[in-house]
């Protein structure tokens, strides 16, 4: 019963910051990179970001200044904060977990953004 449960999406105003959080649980956190996802309408997903259980980032070159990925392993949570957010940035936000070393990975359900004034 893996669960990967974002929540924190919304609207905000261009220029806005928001936070979204991914919880999850049935897995062993420590074990996974964790990643955040964006699909805009009409869009393939793309990668936003990625932080290895160590803390090592990467960052889609589109969002580097502006948005930061952090995790608490002791919380089983991955974060990403956003912000000088753009209507660019509308989109589904997707949590995922990925195992270092094997094929295995997860999906959440998804948080909307919407960035619009």
């Known amino acids: 019963q893996v669960q990967l449960v974002e929540s924190g999406g919304g609207l905000v105003q261009p220029g806005g910051s928001l936070r979204l959080s991914c919880a999850a649980s049935?897995?062993?956190?420590?074990?996974?990179?964790m990643g955040w996802y964006q699909q805009a309408p009409g869009k393939q997903r793309e990668l936003v970001a990625t932080?290895?259980?160590?803390?090592?980032?990467n960052y889609a070159d589109s969002v580097k200044g502006r948005f930061t990925i952090s995790r608490d392993n002791a919380k089983n949570t991955v974060y990403l904060q956003m912000n000088s957010l753009v209507p660019e940035n509308t989109a589904v936000y997707y949590c995922?977990?990925?195992?270092?070393?094997?094929?295995?990975?997860?999906w959440g359900k998804g948080t909307l953004v919407t960035v619009s004034s």
């Open positions: 049935g897995i062993r956190f420590s074990l996974y990179t």
């Open positions: 995922n977990a990925a195992h270092f070393q094997t094929d295995i990975n997860y």
């Open positions: 932080i290895t259980s160590g803390g090592r980032t």
